[in-house]
């Protein structure tokens, strides 16, 4: 565990500098802050994937709904299990009302569009991250910070690279939010730069990071928000 640092720019106490390459930034500059992400990010997203999207608008939908309600529970229970780690509680409430938000955000859009809410089972992309959480602590912590980093950085990047595609009323809800997960890629990541070291967090991040790239250029035979390269049978995807 590293010393705890004086207060960040943003004045959340324990943050400073960070290491990993997330720069705090006011106002927020998206194409800086895409710059950030799709630089840390592994691989980018397969053109094949944006193509499936279009034809999946329904699951991607519903599946984003789901992502955006799992990420606030992530950061609601982060914030329970490490309320006394430095700049974690304040940093992880704010991510999870933001999150609760764009989840109203997305059930708003499905509801107009008349997309009833049905189960849809969650896509191998966060269990194959999470394989590779170590189970004791504060190994776990950093762990669990680098994973959430990861997923917040490819969001991010999924929705820049949906923006294109995207009718003008949907381009103009994911441009807003990949703003916010921009941002919740930096929380991540300087919170892990505050509980480990340069070395564990660019050990780890080699770690997890090949993993990502696995989950995201391999065949997927299901189509989701964080899937992989589309397979064959995901033309049948519920
Ligand atoms: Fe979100
Ligand atoms: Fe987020």
Redesign the pocket.
């Known amino acids: 565990m590293s010393s705890v640092r004086p207060a960040d720019a943003a004045g959340t106490p324990g943050l400073g500098p960070n290491r990993s390459g997330a720069t705090p930034r006011s106002p927020f500059d998206i194409e800086q802050g895409l710059t950030a992400v799709r630089s840390f990010l592994p691989c980018a997203t397969p053109e094949a994937w944006v193509a499936a999207a279009m034809g999946h608008l329904d699951i991607l939908l519903l599946d984003h709904a789901n992502c955006?309600r799992k990420?606030a529970a992530t950061a609601v229970s982060l914030l329970f299990r490490y309320e006394r780690v430095p700049g974690l509680p304040e940093r992880m409430s704010r991510l999870a009302r933001?999150?609760l938000r764009?989840y109203e955000q997305v059930l708003a859009i499905l509801a107009r569009r008349k997309v009833g809410l049905r189960p849809v089972t969650a896509s191998r992309y966060a269990g194959g991250l999470r394989e590779l959480v170590r189970a004791s602590e504060p190994d776990r912590l950093v762990d669990l910070l680098l994973c959430g980093a990861l997923v917040e950085a490819r969001?991010c990047e999924r929705f820049a690279a949906l923006l294109p595609v995207l009718e003008p009323d949907l381009a103009r809800f994911y441009r807003r939010?990949l703003v916010?997960?921009a941002r919740h890629f930096e929380d991540y990541l300087l919170l892990a730069d505050t509980v480990a070291t340069v070395e564990e967090v660019a050990q780890r991040l080699l770690l997890f990071k090949q993993r990502e790239a696995e989950l995201i250029t391999s065949p997927d035979a299901q189509f989701r928000f964080h899937s992989g390269l589309p397979g064959g049978e995901q033309l049948a995807a519920r």
């Open positions: 955006e990420a933001e999150e764009h969001s939010l916010s997960e």
